[in-house]
């Protein structure tokens, strides 16, 4: 990756709506997915294209653009879900897609108070966050998702792994909710 | 969505395996799970903003220089709301620690498990991304990074496409090297790849006993199983990470 460039040696309007028009509904229908609404994945969308101007060199020179926006995308979006307030409501819809068939859960209230799904990746490292990113909403396999992170296959099936026993420890030994409300309210100032 | 604990095997296009038919990048899989993916993408481009060059230029202007690569950055924690969060921080500890029984409280703390070893690539001058099983030329110079998650030595073994062993970590001696228990680092030195035939393992063994421990746990696995067998170590054995490389045109 060369160093960013400038945007007075960016790129013209025709060269920007020319990619806009052939990558933007991609990036935007992954962002919302990914985000659960539109105005979010607008945002998204905006950031991205924006690092794309600026970086132009990087993103003519590279050989499949659309990874590299892919790439920008799930910062922008991590970084959302992780500052958002709102973001356990979307993991919530989803969480059954998360858990599996066949795995036990508790009940609504007690994911609605516990919420394991944002506690886990509140707790998770970057390079595992993007990793269950990339399986779960883009439905990358493990040799995919392993190329992007920069990691081997089997280091993503470890930290997949190991968010998922961590998954199932806590939905198996559901922690006392009124100190998970107490330490969301820690969260909440914080944010 | 995916099913976290059915992944993709390759048996169906990913999501951005789909996303690039689409957008040309690469040959159309005429299916229907591009049509779906395409159908999806129609839904969504109804709430499209349209394209406005203004607005995304001066966006531009707003974002920084670093890589857009790297992780946003954590937000910054204001020295007012650091006043109201230690002591709301330390009543949630204090309960915590009182009243929730101890399985849950190993949920909470993060124990050893999460070691890591990977690796960068250097060919003709370029840095590049290691990938696990991507054919490696005689030449090419591996460099590894590591996540030691609390151990603070390390042993990195060898096992080539003969089942001969070699330490590469410590280069002399009997003790481990020391490692960073906290972060990821770089491993000092690069190994240069060699003609012989492949795949090749390396294992890196966190807070052995003695390099004599972690060479015999690496033999005994690798005896009972060859290449496979040390990869599945890795998932069973916390304080092992492991990488495998292939050769190309090795003789």
Not at chain 1, 106 to 114: H, L
Not at chain 1, 169 to 180: F, G, H
Not at chain 2, 101 to 111: C, F, M, W
Request: hydrophobic letters at 40%.
């Amino acid at each position: 990756m060369t160093s960013p460039q400038h945007p007075g040696a960016g790129p013209s309007e025709a060269e920007v709506r020319e990619i806009y028009e052939r990558y933007g509904p991609v990036i935007y229908r992954r962002c919302r997915s990914i985000l659960g609404t539109d105005e979010a994945a607008q945002d998204a969308l905006q950031e991205t294209f924006a690092r794309v101007i600026r970086n132009w060199d990087s993103f003519r020179g590279e050989s499949s653009p659309l990874t590299w926006m892919y790439r920008i995308s799930t910062n922008w979006c991590l970084n959302q879900i992780r500052n958002r307030k709102g973001r356990q409501e979307k993991l919530h819809v989803h969480r059954q897609d998360v858990i599996g068939e066949g795995v036990t859960a508790p009940g609504d209230a007690a994911w609605e108070t516990a919420d394991v799904v944002r506690s886990l990746l509140a707790d998770t490292d970057d390079e595992t966050r993007q990793i269950v990113l990339y399986l779960y909403f883009d439905d990358l396999t493990q040799q995919e998702c392993a190329t992007l992170v920069g990691l081997s296959v089997p280091t993503v099936r470890k930290r997949l792994n190991q968010f998922l026993k961590r998954a199932r420890r806590l939905i198996e030994d559901n922690p006392v909710p009124v100190a998970l409300g107490v330490a969301l309210l820690a969260w909440w100032v914080v944010r | 969505m995916a099913d976290l604990f059915k992944p993709n095997d390759g048996s169906r296009p990913s999501g951005l395996a789909l996303a690039r038919m689409s957008t040309g990048e690469t040959d159309r899989v005429e299916g229907e799970p591009l049509a779906a993916f395409e159908a999806q993408v129609a839904d969504a481009s109804e709430a499209l903003p349209d394209f406005d060059f203004a607005i995304l230029s001066a966006a531009s202007h707003r974002v920084d220089d670093r890589d857009p690569l790297a992780p946003e950055p954590r937000a910054k924690i204001t020295w007012w709301r650091s006043w109201v969060l230690i002591p709301t921080l330390s009543v949630a500890l204090l309960f915590f620690m009182t009243i929730i029984p101890g399985p849950s409280l190993e949920n909470r703390v993060k124990g050893p498990g999460d070691t890591d070893l990977s690796f960068y690539l250097l060919r003709r001058g370029r840095v590049l991304p290691g990938i696990e099983r991507a054919p490696l030329r005689a030449g090419d110079r591996i460099q590894f990074t590591y996540r030691a998650d609390r151990h603070e030595t390390m042993v990195l073994i060898n096992v080539d496409g003969t089942g001969a062993f070699t330490v590469f970590y410590p280069e002399v001696g009997q003790e481990p090297v020391a490692v960073l228990p906290q972060g990821r680092h770089v491993l000092e030195g690069s190994i240069e790849v060699d003609d012989a035939p492949g795949p090749e393992s390396y294992v890196a063994v966190f807070g052995p006993g003695s390099v004599e421990g972690a060479l015999e746990l690496v033999q005994a696995t690798f005896e009972s199983g060859g290449h496979e067998a040390l990869e599945a170590l890795e998932e069973t054995d916390p304080a092992v990470s492991v990488v495998v490389i292939e050769k190309k045109d090795a003789h």
